[in-house]
């Protein structure tokens, strides 16, 4: 069935991926690629699908009412696959508005756009918003997040991203909206913008930079390769039910000191370096203001209702991770060139 699906923020990290498998999987479907090209986006994430005949990328920001107002009305699209965020918490605590702006303001926008060119009918349409397991907070110890669990964000993108995912029910509550939400853990994998843990260890450990450990290490997050977060998206989008909520995660939980251990140990071997000569480079730092604890994500009801697990193991996908950053070199310089090299600077060498 012929389709035209907006996907916004799909030269970042994990709309590339997004792209990737829709353009690929469905050639029936239009796929129209909305980015602002900020200093997360990158064409050349999605280099290889940009002669695709099913394939139209749109350079534009969200926060611009004119310019999205008139993108829905000459597009008229069937569907939107909403990804485009800020997404990184160290840059939520420096500049907390440009969160309120993109994510909030910004989903706003879409929504209203979106509205507007279904004039009232929503047959066959669909609003998907992709959102993060840090809506719902801290855990302590033990317990997992569900999709009933309280929400309760403690960082400015956590706040910003738990308004945003208000906002859509709002719109589906209000006007009939069809929609699904996904709440996400942390994703790794190819073409993540080093200013997130892994990629930013594998690129200080190749260049013998020290690794920033913030507070004690003691801090767990849950962690997904990006391609299954991709293929849960594909089946939510096509499977899920109208106003449904799926959370989306690895039942994988690390401790960062485990995890960088792990890491290090991989790129020692990939590296041909002495065992052990990685983990030397750990540094403790400063702790992040306000620092989550803890993120665990039960994903039964997307596993028992669409039948959605993880293809890989963590150690499996770390190591495929790992060869794809030492593989491609050129794209760590050019993201690490320029204004990566002031933001570095000012996060971690003052
Ligand atoms: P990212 O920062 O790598 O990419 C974000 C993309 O959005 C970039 O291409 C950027 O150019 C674009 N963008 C930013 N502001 C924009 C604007 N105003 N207008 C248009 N485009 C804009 O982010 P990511 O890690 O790929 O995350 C994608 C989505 O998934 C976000 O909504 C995030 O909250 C959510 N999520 C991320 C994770 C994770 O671990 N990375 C986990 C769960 C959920
Ligand atoms: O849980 C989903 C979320 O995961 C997504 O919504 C966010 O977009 C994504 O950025 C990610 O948030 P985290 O804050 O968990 O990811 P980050 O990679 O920034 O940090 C992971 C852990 O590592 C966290 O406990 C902080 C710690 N850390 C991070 C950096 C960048 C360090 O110890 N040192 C560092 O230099």
């Not at 796929?31 to 999605?46: C, Q, R, V, W």
């Not at 485990?258 to 020692?268: G, N, Y």
């Not at 000569?277 to 039964?300: P, Q, W």
């Not at 993880?310 to 060139?337: I, M, R």
Request: aromatic share 12%; proline share 3%.
């Amino acid at each position: 069935m012929s389709k035209k699906i907006l996907i916004t923020g799909g030269a970042g990290f994990i709309g590339a991926h997004v792209v990737r498998l829709f353009v690929n999987k469905y050639p029936a479907y239009q796929i129209y690629n909305l980015d602002a090209l900020t200093y997360a986006g990158n064409l050349e994430n999605i280099a290889d699908v940009e002669d695709a005949t099913n394939y139209t990328f749109v350079k534009g920001d969200i926060k611009d009412i004119t310019f999205i107002n008139d993108l829905f009305q000459k597009e008229q699209f069937d569907a939107v696959i909403h990804l485009a965020a800020e997404s990184h918490v160290d840059r939520s605590i420096t500049n907390p508005n440009a969160f309120i702006e993109t994510n909030v303001l910004g989903t706003a926008n879409l929504l209203n756009a979106f509205r507007d060119t279904c004039k009232g009918n929503f047959e066959d349409k669909l609003f998907y918003h992709v959102s993060t397991d840090e809506v719902y907070g801290s855990l302590g110890k033990t317990g997992l997040f569900t999709e009933t669990t309280s929400y309760d964000p403690q960082s400015p993108y956590a706040a910003s991203k738990a308004a945003s995912d208000h906002m859509v029910r709002a719109f589906g509550n209000t006007y009939g909206m069809p929609f699904v939400i996904s709440n996400c853990s942390n994703n790794y994998g190819a073409n993540q913008f080093p200013e997130k843990l892994i990629p930013l260890f594998i690129h200080n450990i190749k260049n013998n930079k020290s690794l920033p450990v913030y507070g004690d290490g003691q801090y767990t997050r849950d962690w997904l390769f990006v391609e299954d977060h991709a293929k849960a998206i594909d089946l939510i989008f096509h499977k899920g039910k109208n106003t449904e909520t799926y959370n989306i995660g690895g039942f994988n939980e690390w401790t960062n000191l485990d995890l960088i251990h792990l890491l290090c140990a991989q790129m020692d071997e990939k590296l041909d370096r002495e065992k052990g000569a990685s983990v030397k480079l750990i540094t403790y730092v400063k702790d992040r203001a306000g620092h989550d604890r803890r993120y665990a994500i039960d994903a039964t009801k997307l596993n028992k209702e669409l039948g959605w697990k993880p293809s890989v193991t963590f150690e499996q996908g770390l190591a495929k991770t790992v060869d794809w950053y030492l593989e491609n070199e050129s794209w760590l310089n050019n993201v690490t060139s320029g204004a990566y090299q002031a933001y570095y600077k000012k996060m971690y060498e003052v």
